[in-house]
Each structure stands twice: as C-alpha cells, then as structure tokens.
T-cell receptor, first 108, second 114 residues
C-alpha cells in the first residue's frame, strides 16, 4: 500500500468549473506538498502545508492533520491549468513520498 | 536568481554502461535531492545530500550513487545500466535539510537505456 493515495487519477473539466483533487496519507508527516508537472517534465511546487489552508490566486490547498487528508481546489479552471498534479509528503529531512498524480485536462 | 539546472537534458546509453548526471542547485541552497520518475513507478526518492553528506537514501540498489561538492553541486552516478533505468531523473534543491522544506525542481535529465 502506498503511503500517499490520490484521487481521481484522471480528471476532465470544462473551462470555468471548480475542481477538487484529494490526497490521503498514512504516515506521520512534517509537511504536505502539492506539485504541478507540465508535459516535458518540469515540476513546480504549488503549496507546502503543515496545517490549515493556503491560497494562491485561483488555487486553494487545505489539510486536515487529524484525518490525514488534503485537498487541492482550482476555482474558475482554465485550459492552462491542464497538467499533472502530484501530492507529496515529507517526513525526515527532504525525503518525499509521492502520490501517483492526477492528470487534469481543462477543455475550452 | 537562476533556478536549478541539470545537465545533460537528454542522454542515450546502452546496457552495461555507466552514466553521470549533474545538478546545480539554486545559489545558497545546501540540500540536493534526487528522484527517478518512470511511467510504471511514478516518482521515487533516490537520495538527499546536505553539506556533502548523504542524509537519506531511498530503496534503490547500490548501482545508484551520488555525491555533493563543497559548492553544493551534486552528481548522480548509475553503473551497469539496465533497461529499467530508463527514466526522467530530477533533482531538487532546498535551503536546508530540516523538516518540510520547500523544494525547487530542475528540468530533469531524460535517460534512455538501449
């Protein structure tokens, strides 16, 4: 069983829709990270969370430490949001455990 | 500030050869982590270096090794290449090796083993 589970694996949305990606983890963590990977491979760190909620523009990330669950929300989705979104947790040091990723396609 | 750079970006090798990949972290960052990404296994942690010392190591065979220099640049070496080593190899840098640091990823080196 993976330490980090993500759902859904694939997601197609119409432009403007509200999107939610979920992440559950089974180990103690020091932080949870949401990453974005575009075709070609480059990975960008979107959020690092240890509690509560963070917001950057149209992206919102929340974490519930007791339930070991996090969500990434995208409001007013746009085709440029199309990417793979990866949930990762860090424990000791900078060793990350990764979810399998959610492939998001936003259709104009 | 320049981002994380990785060289080479693409590499083709044959089975049995060895390969060395290089990673230059963001200026001032002292921790470098290496990851392997394959379609089947996804992203997996290889190892982390901080102040020229290996801090953490993932579950990979001894053919995978690395080192870090005094300027924080890091190299990763894979010996006796196997077909299954074909992957995107990513490095990421962060300021320190403490708990839960934000990591900044390089563009990756795509290795193909024939």
């Amino acid at each position: 069983k993976n330490e980090v589970e993500q759902s859904p694996q694939n997601l197609t949305a119409q432009e403007g829709e509200f999107i939610t990606i979920n992440c559950s983890y089974s180990v103690g963590i020091s932080a949870l990270h949401w990453l974005q990977q575009h075709p070609g491979g480059g990975i960008v760190s979107l959020f690092m969370l240890s509690s509560g909620k963070k917001k950057h523009g149209r992206l919102i990330a929340t974490i519930n430490i007791q339930e070991k669950h996090s969500s990434l929300h995208i409001t007013a989705s746009h085709p440029r949001d199309s990417a793979v979104y990866i949930c990762a947790v860090s424990r000791t040091g900078n060793q990350f455990y990764f979810g399998t990723g959610t492939s998001l396609t936003v259709i104009p | 500030k320049a981002g994380v750079t990785q060289t080479p970006r693409y590499l083709i090798k044959t089975r049995g050869q060895q390969v060395t990949l290089s990673c230059s972290p963001i200026s001032g960052h002292r921790s470098v982590s290496w990851y392997q990404q394959t379609p089947g296994q996804g992203l997996q942690f290889l190892f982390e270096y901080f102040s020229e010392t290996q801090r953490n190591k993932g579950n990979f065979p001894g053919r995978f090794s690395g080192r870090q220099f005094s300027n924080s640049r890091s190299e990763m070496n894979v010996s006796t290449l196997e077909l299954g080593d074909s992957a995107l190899y990513l490095c990421a840098s962060s300021l320190t090796s403490g708990r839960g640091n934000e990591q900044f990823f390089g563009p990756g080196t795509r290795l193909t083993v024939l």
